[in-house]
Nanobody, 115 residues
């Protein structure tokens, strides 16, 4: 079965950095678009960043210039480099892969930005 396993979350001070990883199995990151979503308490899940099979990327406006999505096809892993973190970035971050109607989700990793 398809598995997406996120890691790299944690507690960081405002202005700090984290790098999230999403290790994929039974789904190729070189073929499918991969995305990072996040969900803060009491809010809907939102798309943060997406990378397509060719490596083209797109971001929600609130993270442009601070976050970078990338992938390593050989490791079948997707990354989210997060810099200049703000308290409002606090959320559970989820990795998603696949295409309609079959999307697959990881279990999520908590990111907390607080002093």
């Amino acid at each position: 079965q398809v598995q997406l396993v996120e890691s790299g979350g944690g507690l960081v001070q405002p202005g700090g950095s984290l790098r999230l990883s999403c290790a994929a199995s039974r789904i190729s990151v070189s073929i499918y678009a991969m995305a990072w979503f996040r969900q803060a308490p009491g809010k809907e899940r939102e798309l943060v960043a997406i990378i397509d099979s060719a490596g083209s990327t797109d971001y929600v406006d609130s993270v442009k210039g601070r976050f970078t999505i990338s992938k390593d096809n050989a490791k079948n892993t997707v990354y989210l480099q997060m810099n200049s973190l703000k308290p409002e970035d606090t959320a559970v971050y989820y990795c998603r892969g696949g295409e309609r109607p079959h999307f697959y989700w990881g279990q999520g990793t908590q990111v907390t930005v607080s002093s």
